[in-house]
């Protein structure tokens, strides 16, 4: 039996991975099943496996400002070596924290709710929005993922329409998410037309005597495909939301913390007058820690107060998690981070928009700051999208020694989301393999031996709760497993991530 001196012994990944399959549910999805990557430490943009071994990282949202940093990892130890105890009590990390927080966010937003998880931030969103409105229904965007507990399943199009999953429930409401490339509205006017989408729903469900608690955004859509709203939705959405007598929640636990480059807030690139009546955030806040909060406002929290249940989270709020998340704001004011997201994002969309002179399959490329998406289709008429030819290319970087991952509904989105550090000599490095995967993608086709790993789970019967569908060749979803990413980094070698030792055979 390990004791607490052997939380690390020196097993092989062979001895890790069957200790895995004994003692670790089935359901917890590992990346790259049939030759997955045992990660044993990792600093800024890289993580390095049992043979050492460097991977550059492209989807870690959660080492928002990189692993291991040595300023956040200080703040942890010097406060846990003083204290750690529950919010009943009283101490000044708590409201350092509260303040720094509300201060990024527009000033009707003043009250905060520290829990553990984004999970857990937009399972007390419902509550909140439930007892200020005193209604009970929600309406959400296609696609959306909010969260793994039962109530957040049930507003998350992406987990209950695919397998497993239940189908949607009557009070849950779901409207077409704002996909320009895809959807039904691509012109200047499309902002405009999907929030009449929204309107449409609300008074639908008021027509059949539903009555809408809150509707739910992802500020921009992850899980969904990468998705950026068009100009103008927002500004429109919160209108029709408010005259409805419902609330806006904006879910900003993916995308949150200066990862858009230009502002603190994905919903803040919509103009300064988008104010949310409730904003989760999480998975970067402590930059790796489990911290996360609900934000919202007076008002609000004084309905909550006034139903008489207090809300106490054992963990939420206490001094070491509020240390950690002080000091990753401040790695990312020092580090000027916002900053670099925004020119390392900006290189990325010229190199890749630059691919799609040269490849066909590119069907479109999209971002904001260092969140990024390339969509892979096999026309560009059609739009058919190519989720076989994305596995190919995850899996060919894979043995490159480059992490990424794709997503959307048809599992054939390229998404980057990596740590806020990572430098243009890195895309350059993920430009340029991608560029040579597609070329030999061209002349060979994909690599069949990819898809062994989707094969052993069933695809998704269902991937669209409103009008319009996509494909159900949902593979890379089961490859995937998991809806989040944790990964690695580094400060101090500013360097594409190459191979250390071992061949690509020798780790496949």
């Known amino acids: 039996m390990a004791t607490s001196s052997d939380i690390a012994p020196n097993r092989s990944k062979e001895q890790t991975l069957e200790l895995r399959k004994r003692h670790y549910g089935e359901s917890c999805k590992l990346f790259f099943k049939s030759s997955p990557i045992k990660i044993v430490r990792a600093k800024g943009q890289y993580m390095y496996d049992e043979q050492d071994n460097q991977y550059l990282d492209c989807i870690n949202n959660v080492c928002h400002v990189g692993h291991c940093h040595p300023d956040v990892i200080n703040a942890a130890t010097e406060q846990m070596k003083t204290l750690n105890t529950n919010s009943r009590f ?24 520290f829990t553990n998880s984004g999970s857990e931030a937009n399972d007390l969103a419902i509550r909140l929005a439930r007892a200020h409105t005193k209604h009970h229904d929600i309406a959400v965007l296609d696609h959306a993922y909010h969260g793994h507990m039962v ?61 809408i608690a809150a509707l739910f955004t992802e500020s921009l859509q992850s899980c969904g495909g990468q998705i950026i709203p068009p100009p103008n939705y927002f500004k429109n959405v919160q209108k029709y939301v408010r005259d409805a007598g419902a609330i806006w929640v904006a879910d900003e636990v993916q995308v949150g913390f200066g990862r858009v480059g230009t502002h603190w807030w994905a919903f803040q690139t919509q103009g300064p007058d988008i104010s949310p009546d409730i904003v989760t955030m999480g998975k970067p806040m402590g930059n790796g820690h489990p911290v996360a909060a609900v934000v919202t406002t007076k008002e609000i929290s004084e309905s909550f107060a006034q139903t008489g249940m207090e809300y106490f989270n054992t963990y ?40 799609m002179l040269k490849h066909k399959i590119i069907g479109d490329v999209r971002g904001v700051g260092l969140f990024f998406g390339v969509e892979l289709v096999t026309n560009r008429e059609t739009k058919e999208p190519a989720t076989t030819e994305a596995q190919h290319v995850i899996y060919r970087l894979k043995e490159n020694f ?4 794709a997503d959307g509904p048809d599992r054939n989105v390229l998404k980057f989301k990596p740590p806020l550090c990572f430098s243009t000599k890195d895309a350059d490095h993920v430009i340029d393999l991608v560029d040579s995967t597609l070329t030999e993608l061209e002349q060979q086709g994909p690599n069949t031996e990819y898809m062994k ?43 594409p991530a190459a191979k250390k030792s071992k061949s690509n055979e020798d780790i496949a």
Not at 156 to 168: D, I, L, T, V, W
Not at 178 to 190: E, H, I, L, N, Q
């Open 453 to 495: 790993d989707h094969q052993m789970f069933p695809s998704s019967s269902t991937n669209s709760s409103c009008n319009g569908s996509h494909s159900t060749d949902t593979a890379s979803h089961f490859l995937y497993g998991t809806d989040d990413v944790i990964s690695g980094i580094d400060f101090s070698e500013k360097e």
């Open 151 to 211: 109530s957040l399943i049930d507003i998350s199009p992406y987990k209950f329409n695919s397998s497993g999953g239940e189908g949607k429930k009557e009070w849950v409401h779901v409207v077409p998410h704002p996909d320009v490339y895809r959807g039904p509205y691509t012109g200047d006017d499309a902002g405009e037309k999907y929030a009449l989408e929204v309107k449409k729903a609300i008074d639908e469900a008021h027509k059949n005597g539903r009555k």
């Open 402 to 405: 480059v992490i990424l991952s």
């Open 316 to 355: 939420g709020g206490n001094p070491v998690s509020c240390a950690i998340g002080l000091a990753v704001m401040d790695v990312v004011e020092k580090d000027k981070l916002r900053e670099n997201a925004t020119k390392v994002g900006s290189h990325l969309v010229k190199g890749f928009r630059e691919l």
């Open 90 to 113: 009283l101490h000044d990390n708590l409201v350092t924290y509260a303040e720094r927080l509300t201060s990024t966010l527009p000033s009707k937003l003043s009250v905060c709710y």
